[in-house]
């Protein structure tokens, strides 16, 4: 039976000769975008603290691999990146009501999830525009445009990387640089697999129920995103077609936002 995604197509080779860095590059919506930039031709750094991960999905695409734990934000303080293009994508999830919300907790989401996107950002920059070329794309997600209950740190992380990310496009423009945030709704991947739990804990029903009158019930289209779909818009917005896109926020999360 057919889960409603489209049929995927072969990428054309618009980022021959281009270096990109994905972060959370192991799994999910890292790993499909790291295999669209490798189908486009870019030689592509899988980054993730999943060391075996990214080194066996970097394999397979014939980039390169970087362990690194995002969430040790003043090891990149000095940072210099030499890439193309950056896919900000790497996060973590901590679902609680703010009343009881651990405050290391909250500062770990900020790290990983908006702290170490600017110090990329700040890091990949200088390359970018001696080149006068480079596309920052950042995962964002539905919760950077709207708000959910119990997740304060990721929404609070997402509108940030919303804000750096329009401020990164108006820096970056004269330069050749583009920044723009996609943001999907729930997607097919581990994060939200392991949120089932959490989710029916914090709003008091079965995990048989979270999908439904949770994840979903908001959309209009009432499936998961799939990564590729992500991934497909991510090799779009790199592309030379896309090159007016700037400061903008793309959602693909089945009509949530329409409401």
Not at 61 to 81: N, P, Y
Request: glycine share 10%; proline share 5%; aromatic share 4%.
């Amino acid at each position: 039976m057919s889960s409603g995604a489209p049929s995927p197509t072969v990428p054309s080779p618009t980022l021959a000769g281009r270096r990109a860095l994905v972060t959370g590059g192991a799994s999910g919506i890292g790993a499909a975008c790291a295999r669209e930039l490798a189908a486009r031709g870019a030689h592509v750094t899988v980054a993730d603290v999943d060391g075996d991960g990214a080194k066996a999905l970097a394999e397979e695409v014939g980039g390169e691999a970087w362990v690194v734990d995002l969430s040790d934000t003043r090891a990149l303080d000095s940072l210099r990146l030499e890439t193309d293009v950056l896919v900000n994508n790497a996060g973590i999830q901590r679902v609680s009501a703010i009343a009881d919300f651990a405050p290391d907790d909250f500062r770990l989401v900020q790290r990983i999830m908006l702290e170490a996107p600017f110090l990329l950002v700040r890091a990949a920059l200088p390359g970018m525009y001696e080149r006068g070329w480079g596309r920052v794309v950042n995962i964002s997600s539905v919760h950077g445009l709207v708000a959910s209950p119990y997740k304060a740190a990721y929404v609070a992380a997402k509108h940030g990387l919303e804000g750096l990310s329009k401020v990164t496009a108006l820096e970056g423009g004269e330069h050749g640089v583009t920044s723009v945030c996609v943001n999907p709704g729930y997607v097919r991947t581990p994060l939200i697999e392991k949120q089932v739990a959490q989710q029916a804990k914090a709003h008091g029903i079965p995990e048989s129920e979270v999908l439904a009158k949770v994840m979903l019930e908001q959309a209009a289209v009432k499936r998961l995103v799939e990564p590729e779909e992500v991934a497909a818009l991510v090799g779009w917005l790199t592309g030379p077609e896309a090159a007016m896109v700037s400061g903008a926020s793309w959602t693909i999360d089945g009509g949530w936002s329409a409401r």
